[in-house]
């Protein structure tokens, strides 16, 4: 079956530093998958950061970023500069293509931002 | 507009009884999917629907799990009868025909005694 992995958390990460949050993904039913990072805020439901449906192409939301690689089959979340206002717990998830399908999740990073 | 409503937010119930958890999509999407979400498992599939037709059913759920869609706005999941072990937060999601996002409700979260 489809499988994702991502960075164990939590991450403690110095405000003002960068972030990165690993992502690697196995698609054995799609070829070419789309690919998603979702959010939980604290006391916040689960939402959407940032999806990309394609492969090559990078996708960025509320300064994260994440592209979209199928020769190392990653989809790594990147920030330059964390906030406070970024602990969350961040799952990365791929999906089926040209129809809706069931989201796979890996087992979700939690970010804890401290002060430097 | 709504998002994703689910009802109750919390549920505690006693082994061996049966609970019916609700959700509302999001008004005009077509897929509805149930979740259920786990320190151990993760986030896993428990059921996804399109146009109230049952397209896929989490294999390991089947015998205690059923999760129906009663017109196009209303999904149940029933679990019958509970185990501690069901103890988790459930999540259903919703999404327009053809498109990839998923909008997630807030879960309820259910604990079985």
């Known amino acids: 079956g489809d499988s994702v992995t991502q960075t164990e958390g939590p991450v403690t990460v110095s405000e003002s530093e960068s972030l990165i949050i690993n992502c690697t993904y196995s698609?054995?039913?799609?070829?070419?998958?789309?690919l998603f990072w979702y959010v939980r805020y604290p006391g916040e439901g689960l939402q959407l950061l940032l999806k990309v449906i394609t492969a090559g192409q990078k996708g960025s939301s509320r300064g994260f970023e994440a592209t979209y690689n199928k020769e190392t089959t990653s989809f790594h979340l990147q920030k330059a500069s964390v906030q406070e206002s970024d602990s969350a717990v961040y799952y990365c998830a791929l999906g089926g293509k040209g129809f809706a399908s069931a989201l796979t999740f890996g087992s979700g990073t939690k970010v804890i931002p401290c002060l430097p | 507009d709504a998002g994703v409503t689910q009802t109750p937010r919390h549920e505690v119930a006693e082994k061996g009884q049966t609970i019916i958890l609700k959700c509302e999509p999001v008004?005009?999407?077509?897929?509805l999917f149930w979740y259920r979400q786990t320190k151990i498992q993760g986030l896993e599939l428990l059921s996804y629907f399109r146009s109230k037709s049952l397209m896929e059913d989490g294999g390991a759920f089947k015998d205690r799990f059923k999760a129906e869609m009663l017109n196009s706005s209303f999904s149940t999941l029933k679990i019958q009868p509970t185990e501690p072990k069901d103890s988790a937060v459930y999540l259903c999601?919703?999404?327009?025909?053809?498109?990839?996002?998923?909008?997630f409700g807030p879960g309820t979260r259910l604990t079985v005694l």
């Open positions: 999601a919703s999404s327009f025909w053809g498109e990839p996002e998923q909008f």
């Open positions: 008004s005009g999407h077509n897929d």
């Open positions: 698609a054995t039913s799609i070829a070419y998958p789309n």
